[in-house]
C-alpha cells in the first residue's frame, strides 16, 4: 500500500532500536577502556593470584558505566522526536540543551535509508536527510518504522522542489516507464579484476598495525618487535620473498572482492518520478534518492584498465556534493559502455553536445609552459638543494622532468572539450580518462582569467564552478574562450531562451 502525500506528520520518537544501536555506538568507542581492567583481572588467574581486593570494584565500576551508557541511550531515546509541518522537516532534541531543527524542503537534497540485519529484522530503516545548507546529515535517524519512511518519500516527492520542475528541456521518464541499470555479474568480475589491490594491500596493513598498537598498550607486547621477527623469518631467502608477496597477492585480491562485494552487490539505479532511485548492499541493505533537479553535473572515469574493460564509475554531484558523494558511495555507480553512461544520464541532460568528430583541444602551448614551471624548475631547484649532500648523484632529479614532459604530453592529448548550445562535456586525465558533463542551465559560477604571459599571447583560461567542483579548461584562444563563455552565462541567466542561441565556435565531440 502506498503512503499517501500529506502536509503533516506528528512528531514521533524513533523505534526503540534505536537504544541498541546507540548503547552500541557508545561501546566501540570505549572498548579499550572497557578491555584494561578485564585484561588485568585475566593476568591475575592464569597466575593463579588471588585477585586483589581493589580490582572486585572493577566490577562494580564496570557494571556502573553500563548503567550510566544506558540511562545515556534512553534520554536521547526518549527527547529525540521528529515530524513535518507543511514544508519544513523538524527535529526537536537535546538532553541539557534543547535544540529545534527546521529543514525546509527547498533545502533538502535526497534521502538515503539503509537496512542491516537488525532493521530488516523489525521492519525498520536508518534515514539519513542532507540540505543544501550544510556539509553534513542534517537528520541521521537511526531508527525508523517503514511506515514513516513512506510518509516521508511521499511528502518530499509531493513537494513541487523535490521534482525537476525547472528542466523543461529533459527527458524525464514518466511513472509507467521505469528506467532502471543493473550492474551485472561479468561487470562485477571486471570491477574486482581492476580494482585497486595495493591500495588494499595498504588499508589491511595499516588496520593490522593500529590493532597491534592498541594491544601494546593493554598486555605485554611489543608489536614492533614481532613486526621485526616475522619479517626476518619470512624475508630470510628470495625464496621466501616471493611467497610473501603472492600470499600478499592473495589476500588483496580477495579482500577486494569481499570489498567490491559489499559495495556493489545487487546495485540497481530506477529514474522514475522525478529522481534517482538507488538500491544496493551486502550486509545492509542501503537505498538512496536524488531528485532530478538536484543533479547538478555528472562524471565518470576509468583507470588504464577498466578502459581496456569498457568499464567506468559515476558519480552524481548535487549542489552540495553531499548527497550523492558520501564515503558509502551511494551513487559512485559502476557502469559498461557509452551506453548504459548515456541512460543513467538522460534525465539529467537528454542531448548531449553534437557527436561523431573529433573534441576540441587546448592551445599546444599548454605542453611547453606545464612542463617548464611544474617539471624542469621543480626538478632544478631540487637538484641544486641536494648537491650539497648527494654531489652529482643530485642530477638523479632531473629524471622527474623527464616523467614530467611525459605526463604533460599525454595530458594535453587527453584533454578536450565538446560543447552545444546548452551542454559541455570535458575530458581529461593522465593515467586514466574522466569525462565531465555540465548542464549550462546549473553553472553557478562562470570566469575567463589569464595570466600576462597569456595575454600577450592572446589565451585564457575558462573556469565553470557547478555541483560544487571546479572544472578549468585552459590555453584556450581569448575568442574562443570569451565565445564560450558568453554561450553559458547567457544559458544560465535567462534559462530556455538561450536554446535559440549558436556558439561563434560550434565545437563537435567524440565521446568515451
Known sequence: ME???????????????????????????????????????????????????????????????????????????????????????????????????????????????????LHRLTNTYALSIDSAGSNHAEADLKAVDAHTVKQLEAWLLARPAAVATGAVHHELPSSASVMQYRLSATGFIKLWLSENHLQTLFIILAFGFSRLQDLEQYINFSSKQFINDQAKSMLSTAGSIAVALGIALVISV????????????????????????????????????????????????????????????????????????????????????????????????????????????????????????????????????????????????????????????????????????????????????????VDFEKAQQLAVHSSPWQRRHGLANLSIQSGGHKLVIPMLGQKVADDLADVIAACSSFGSAATTMQPAHQATATYL
Open 254 to 437: 580477495v579482500v577486494s572482492g569481499i570489498r567490491m562485494m559489499i559495495r556493489y552487490y545487487d546495485y540497481r539505479i530506477d529514474m522514475q518520478d522525478g529522481r534517482y532511485a538507488m538500491r544496493w548492499g551486502l550486509l545492509e541493505t542501503r537505498t538512496a534518492q536524488v531528485p532530478f533537479a538536484k543533479v547538478q553535473c555528472i562524471s565518470w572515469r576509468a583507470n588504464w584498465l577498466r578502459q581496456r574493460l569498457g568499464l567506468f564509475t559515476m558519480r552524481l554531484h548535487a549542489l552540495n556534493d553531499r548527497a550523492v558523494s558520501r564515503e558509502t558511495r551511494q551513487t559512485l555507480v559502476a557502469v559498461e559502455g557509452e551506453e548504459a553512461v548515456r541512460q543513467i544520464t538522460r534525465p539529467f541532460l537528454s542531448q548531449w553536445p553534437t557527436s561523431g568528430g573529433a573534441m576540441q583541444q587546448v592551445h599546444p602551448a599548454l605542453k611547453k609552459r606545464y612542463w617548464l614551471i611544474k617539471g624542469l624548475a621543480p626538478a632544478a631547484l631540487l637538484s641544486v638543494i641536494a648537491a650539497w649532500w648527494l654531489g652529482w648523484w643530485a642530477m638523479a632529479a632531473f629524471g622527474y622532468s623527464l616523467y614530467y614532459a611525459w605526463a604533460v604530453a599525454r595530458q594535453y592529448r587527453q584533454l578536450g572539450y565538446g560543447y552545444n548550445h546548452r551542454s559541455l562535456l570535458l575530458r581529461r586525465g593522465i593515467w586514466g580518462t574522466q569525462y565531465w558533463l
Open 3 to 117: 503512503a499517501q502525500a500529506t502536509d503533516t506528520i506528528a512528531l514521533r520518537r524513533q523505534s526503540g532500536l534505536y537504544i541498541i544501536f546507540g548503547l552500541g555506538q557508545v561501546l566501540r568507542q570505549m572498548w579499550a577502556l572497557l578491555l584494561i581492567p578485564i585484561i588485568q583481572i585475566w593476568q591475575k588467574s592464569s597466575d593463579k593470584e588471588a585477585i586483589p581486593e581493589k580490582f572486585k570494584y572493577l566490577y562494580i565500576w564496570l557494571g556502573g558505566i553500563l548503567l550510566l551508557l544506558i540511562i545515556a541511550a534512553l534520554l536521547r531515546f526518549w527527547l529525540f522526536r521528529f515530524g513535518v509541518q507543511g514544508r519544513d522537516f523538524v527535529i526537536h532534541k537535546g538532553v541539557l540543551t534543547k535544540q529545534k531543527i527546521v529543514i525546509p524542503v527547498d533545502a533538502i537534497q535526497g534521502i538515503q535509508k539503509h537496512q542491516n540485519l
